[in-house]
């Protein structure tokens, strides 16, 4: 068993083509940029808005992250890299920046932290080379960035469909209704925003222990681009954060295998294809990798650009060849991985897990097929173990969130056995269950096979690292619960190490075909034709997932499956036949297999979109109201408080009756930027596992909370004022009215009809 051989290289390198021209190089990124920009536009984005958030990305996360990353690397690789990889370690260096600024209290001076890096590369001789590199070896082909730049316009369209022009920046309408977790990150984004250290904002003095580096960076981004919260958290940050990561996959997959359209199609099966399904509207019984998540969560794509970009050094960890086909980037590799493991473990909690373990996989693995101990892995390891260690011990203070082991916890639900079902019809079932799950979640993955079938044990350490990354997401995601089903970002986590080692297997593949140009062009024709009978397909006949028992949500996916299937059977017993009368066939139906399994996914994130044009903010799981006058009335107490100050409220509830709360209620912290004495608690790290009808945990402090609003006395807002920094309350009349004496207690400063704003003396 070895793992000493050298990966193969492109039979055209970029490296040994004539550099195009500058208007085809750099025509691409324009186009991508000018449509990003137009989309943003459309749905209501300010152009002074998208100029201060090009002027920030530029100077305050691209020149810093470049620099430094430059002066890590030994040599260059291509203009590309370095600047999609100064994107993630300027996301990293932003961190211990703005939290130096917010323990100083000067958030307002943030944007003056990338002077720091400027002055110290301008004034110390040896880092000046560092400002402009003429010697890059190889050169992005312009059909790679055109595949971006298709890529990142694809996704931006979807993102646009289901997220941007749902969702207005600021309500329109007492009728407008948002999906429930975006006013929650909006209230993480202005509790980072104003203070340090972090708390719940709906609990003010409730320690959030959570992964919340990536509100961070959305108040960095406020701070420094003078930019309103909102218009960052729902429109600017998401769409940027999924062009990085695009770009990040392709260079990844450039850097992993020496082949740029490895890179390419990686991001292609990233960002592009979706989750097999046969369902309209679209239903996701799995969860999903990409579609969805990203924008109702934007600590996923923010740690997933940290994420890329630590495996990218990682694989120059794992093998330190010095004949690789791309550059090493030397011994800075281990204080590239430092920077992005401590990013990592406070940007998603399921990163620095998966990465660990494929570490792990991949020492064992060098350890038994050298018979010497792999150092370097094992230093990397040790790192991701410091990283871990930081995160559970200081982050999140030991909060498991409810994660615990539960094998098969996401599954088992689908073969629950009814009474009635006899044990062989029982096993069919299961094993439905798990070959739809492998079919809904993985077949994006399905050019590992072939990649496997060639080189079995002679995978280069390279490919050793990313099917360990592979396994241990899916691993974590089959062995552990959690009640909200955040054991699903586990596997999103190894989805990112499967795309580049699938796109790595479909090259491989496509190699032994030896197809001329014009074949390539053929089968490029015969992809997008099945995709798009995919889709009218899916549009004209998929329905809904319909039925009283737990197999039902799987019964259109297998339908599906056993459709295709049984066309795939044809044409294969068709093939010899045909591949007789036509030369060119022979020896490509592996190819054209694998091409249609890879693309059978293609119509997901457009059924989504679908969906989203039917169902109010995308099609989310849960929306609630977000009237106008809620607000307006945050946003004149955020206008007209200091950051200091604590707000009291009298909503709580999205829902209430019969005695319970569904304590989701986010708004005020939302959109004021300030702490509340207590709002909606469901989300708070001591009973997030328990559910969103969970009791509050101090019933005696929510009592003197109301009744500040309904039998308030002198004493009692004194107590609140002087005990708990209150000093502004905010009433929703629709919830509750204030008792009359209050105007007598406390200074009416606003009143829309359905809010009032008192202010405590």
């Keep these: 068993m070895t793992s000493t051989a050298r990966p193969e290289t492109e039979p055209s390198t970029a490296a040994s083509r004539p550099a195009p021209s500058a208007l085809r190089r750099w025509l691409p990124l324009a186009v991508g940029v000018g449509y990003v920009a137009v989309v943003l536009m459309a749905a209501g984005t300010s152009p002074l808005d998208l100029v201060r958030y090009a002027g920030y990305v530029c100077l305050a996360v691209l020149l810093p992250g470049t620099l430094v990353y430059r002066a890590l690397r030994r040599r260059p690789h291509t203009l590309v ?65 055109w595949t971006l730049a298709g890529a990142v316009a694809f996704f931006t369209t979807y993102l646009s469909s289901v997220f941007l022009q749902r969702n207005p920046i600021l309500p329109t309408d007492e009728g407008t209704r948002q999906y429930v977790d975006l006013a929650y990150q909006l209230s993480l984004a202005g509790e980072a925003k104003h203070q340090f250290p972090l708390h719940v904002p709906q609990v003010a003095a409730e320690r959030l222990d959570y992964h919340w580096f990536g509100y961070a960076h959305m108040a960095a981004t406020s701070l420094i681009g003078r930019i309103d919260l909102p218009v960052v958290a729902l429109r600017l940050a998401v769409p940027a954060l999924c062009a990085a990561a ?110 660990a373990l494929a570490l792990a996989i991949t020492a064992l693995v060098l350890l038994i097929s050298r018979r010497r101990v792999p150092w370097a892995v094992v230093v990397a390891g040790v790192l991701a173990g410091a990283a871990q260690l930081f995160a559970t011990a200081v982050l999140y203070r030991f909060q498991a969130y409810g994660v615990q082991i539960g094998p098969l916890w996401s599954l088992e639900g689908f073969w629950a056995r009814p009474p009635d079902r006899p044990f062989w019809m029982q096993a069919l079932v299961v094993l439905a269950v798990l070959a739809m799950f492998l079919v809904n979640m993985q077949l994006r993955a399905a050019g590992i096979v072939p990649l496997l079938r060639t080189r079995g044990p002679r995978l280069d350490p390279t490919q050793w690292l990313l099917l360990a990354g592979t396994v241990a997401g899916l691993a974590f995601y089959l062995v552990v619960e959690q009640s909200g089903g955040g054991n699903q970002y586990f596997l999103r986590a190894g989805f990112t190490f499967a795309v580049v080692l699938s796109a790595w297997g479909y090259a491989k593949v496509l190699d032994r075909a030896r197809l001329t140009d014009r074949e390539k062009q053929l089968l490029a024709g015969f992809a997008v034709g099945l995709v798009l009978l995919l889709v009218a397909i899916q549009l004209g006949y998929a329905g809904q997932a319909t039925g009283g028992t737990p197999f039902d949500p799987i019964r259109p996916m297998l339908q599906w499956s056993l459709a295709l299937a049984t066309v795939g059977l044809v044409v294969f017993a068709l093939w010899g036949p045909i591949s007789q009368r036509q030369p060119a066939l022979r020896g490509r139906g592996g190819l054209v297999a694998l091409t249609a399994i890879l693309v059978i996914g293609a119509p997901g994130l457009i059924m989504d979109m679908h969906k989203s044009e039917r169902a109010p903010n995308g ?124 105007r007598e207690l406390a200074r009416l400063r606003f009143d829309n009809g359905r809010l009032a704003v008192y202010e405590l003396g």
Aim: hydrophobic share 50%.
């Design 81 to 145: 890299e370095d600047v999609a990889m100064g994107a993630a370690v300027g996301l990293v260096l932003e961190l211990p920046a703005w939290a130096l600024f917010a323990v100083l209290d000067i958030g307002g001076w943030l944007w003056s932290w990338p002077l720091a890096v400027v002055a110290v590369f301008a004034a110390v001789p040896g880092l000046r080379r560092h400002w402009l590199v003429r010697d890059y070896p190889a050169h992005a082909p312009v059909g790679w960035s």
């Design 619 to 742: 099609g989310a799981y849960v929306n609630v109201p977000l009237p106008r006058s809620r607000v307006e009335a945050a946003r004149w107490t955020r206008d007209h408080s200091s950051p200091d100050d604590v707000v009291a409220t009298n909503v709580h509830c999205v829902v209430k009756g019969n005695g319970w709360c569904d304590a989701r209620g986010f708004w005020l912290s939302a959109y004021s930027e300030r702490r509340v004495l207590v709002e909606g608690w469901a989300f708070a790290p001591r009973v997030a596992a328990l559910g969103a009808y969970t009791p509050f945990w101090d019933q005696d402090l929510l009592r003197r909370n109301d009744e500040a609003f309904s039998a308030p006395t002198a004493d009692a807002l004194r107590e609140l004022r002087e005990r708990h920094g209150v000093r502004w309350l905010v009433v929703d009349r629709s919830v509750g009215y204030e008792a009359s004496d209050l």
């Design 246 to 355: 695009i770009v990040l996959t392709a260079v990844l997959g450039w850097r992993a295998s020496g082949r740029p359209y490895v890179g390419a199609g990686a991001a292609i099966l990233f960002f592009v294809i979706g989750e097999t399904n046969f369902t309209d509207p679209v239903t996701m019984p799995f969860g999903t990798q990409a579609t969805f998540v990203i924008w109702h969560g934007m600590s996923m794509i923010y740690s997933w650009v940290l994420l890329i970009a630590l495996i990218a050094v990682l694989v120059d960890v794992v093998d330190r060849r010095t004949d690789r086909p791309v550059a090493p980037i030397g011994p800075g590799a281990f204080v590239l991985v430092g920077l992005l493991m401590f990013a990592s473990s406070g940007a998603k909690a399921s990163s620095v897990p998966v990465v």
